[in-house]
């Protein structure tokens, strides 16, 4: 007789919970349709009707002369006003299914938001210079884009650098009073940097060897700073102004063809030394932070000191390094104030242009590019103050001028969405 053996059917795995979907975020849709909303109303629906606004395109040195385009003002507004609307209802759709938009949105509805706004700023005015607004915009991003660059460097090993506006200015100040001993605006462009890495070195003193508070550091260092120049210049650059403090600006160097492209031609290639300097340091950074060894360490350090220590990376002595080669490219960012400006020093001549870069660092998501992006957006707000102030548009002066801090706030709160700065930033590193 033979006994029946029954294999006991395997247990049933356990099912895996289902990882709970992220909180639906409206921050950007809302902001979206409320900019359409007021661009709709005030460039479209209440001005009158009638009057035309007149884009000029060409400079005198372009290979061919583009006709500038007039269109009716209350038809162009209105027009781009509808497709900014538009653009905010894909936002709000992709938002409730969950589903990514590129960074196209974005641009398309700034840029559409920023015309309607030109056609009823130029309304009936004298013809707005589009080329020279543009290269004006690039221009006047120079420092930001600088700043910017600096803040990804040392906050990317963990060191939070405050002192950028610190450091844009002393770069300024070495480098007009060196422009003014050698009569080369080229000496001073090298010695900005200089400055700005005395400033670095300073930072990292005390925030990695002492374990000092790295915003309080910051902020100290940008009194300091403010203090020792307006000290030197009431004492010294305006006792003797045509030896310490002359203007010595560096010349615009036109690329030979590419500069007379129509429009992309003047604002890419009709620009001082430091602009293409600019353009070669953004393009390196973002090559070696994210395709490089170096990259690679950099980030670590920022990310998890403790696990790059572990694989032999010396977390101090590479936040030291890096932070004073971000505090030499602030620096060299400052050289715009003086050299490429063609301005003479002056007190606190760097107006806050510092924390302005902060923004567009943390508005580009510690990328260089993004960092990029958002500086000349900034400048471009900028710029824009003076053009339509040329123009005569009917805007006062006052919210004029309030403008580029205005997108700082509202780029910062309400366009980034949720941002994750480096996780061991501002955290001392104690082996």
């Known amino acids: 007789m033979s006994t029946a053996t029954t294999t006991p059917a395997p247990a049933a795995a356990p099912e895996r919970a289902a990882k709970p979907l992220p909180p639906i975020s409206w921050k950007a849709p809302v902001a979206y349709a409320v900019i359409?909303?007021?661009?709709?109303?005030f460039f479209a629906l209440l001005p009158a009707g009638g009057q035309q606004t007149?884009?000029?395109l060409s400079t005198a040195n372009d290979f061919f002369q583009i006709e500038p385009i007039t269109v009716s003002s209350t038809g162009a507004s209105l027009f781009l006003s509808i497709l900014a609307l538009l653009l905010a209802g894909l936002s709000f759709w992709a938002a409730r299914d969950r589903r990514k938009v590129g960074v196209w949105l974005p641009i398309v509805f700034g840029v559409a938001v920023v015309f309607a706004f030109l056609s009823w700023a130029g309304a009936g005015k004298s013809a707005i210079p589009l080329t020279g607004l543009l290269q004006g915009s690039l221009f006047l991003a120079v420092p930001l884009v600088f700043g910017a660059l600096s803040g990804v460097l040392c906050e990317r090993v963990g060191i939070i650098n405050i002192a950028i506006e610190g450091q844009l200015l002393a770069g300024a100040f070495l480098a007009a009073v060196v422009a003014s001993l050698t009569s080369s605006?080229?000496?001073?462009?090298i010695a900005a940097p200089i400055a700005g890495a005395l400033v670095g070195v300073l930072l990292v003193i005390f925030s990695v060897k002492y374990w000092v508070n790295q915003i309080i550091v910051g902020v100290v260092l940008n009194v300091l700073v403010v203090g020792v120049t307006s000290y030197l210049y009431s004492t010294v650059l305006t006792e003797d102004?045509?030896?310490?403090?002359?203007?010595?600006?560096?010349?615009?160097?036109?690329?030979?063809?590419?500069?007379?492209?129509?429009?992309?031609?003047?604002?890419?290639?009709?620009?001082?030394l430091l602009v293409y300097i600019m353009y070669v340091v953004v393009i390196l950074l973002q090559v070696f932070l994210f395709r490089s060894r170096w990259g690679l360490r950099l980030r670590a350090v920022g990310e998890h000191p403790k696990a790059a220590d572990t694989v032999g990376i010396k977390v101090n002595a590479t936040r030291v390094r890096n932070t004073i080669l971000g505090g030499a490219v602030a620096g060299l960012g400052g050289a715009f104030f003086t050299v490429a400006a063609g301005l003479a020093f002056?007190?606190?001549m760097t107006g806050g242009k510092g924390f302005i870069a902060l923004a567009a660092m943390i508005l580009?998501?510690?990328?260089?590019?993004?960092?990029?992006?958002a500086a000349l957006l900034f400048g471009f707000s900028d710029n824009l103050q003076t053009v339509l102030g040329i123009v005569g548009t009917p805007i006062p002066s006052q919210i004029m001028l309030m403008t580029p801090y205005v997108v700082t706030i509202f780029a910062v709160a309400g366009l980034v969405g949720r941002v994750?700065?480096?996780?061991?930033?501002?955290?001392?590193y104690v082996k």
Do not use: C, D, M
Request: aromatic share 8%.
């Open 346 to 348: 002056g007190k606190e």
């Open 364 to 373: 580009g998501r510690w990328n260089p590019v993004g960092a990029l992006v």
């Open 36 to 41: 359409g909303l007021l661009s709709l109303v």
């Open 241 to 272: 102004p045509g030896t310490w403090n002359t203007r010595t600006p560096l010349p615009v160097i036109e690329i030979p063809v590419l500069s007379q492209i129509p429009v992309v031609g003047p604002v890419l290639f009709r620009q001082t």
């Open 185 to 189: 605006a080229y000496a001073g462009l």
């Open 420 to 428: 994750r700065p480096p996780a061991a930033e501002g955290i001392p």
């Open 54 to 56: 007149t884009f000029r």
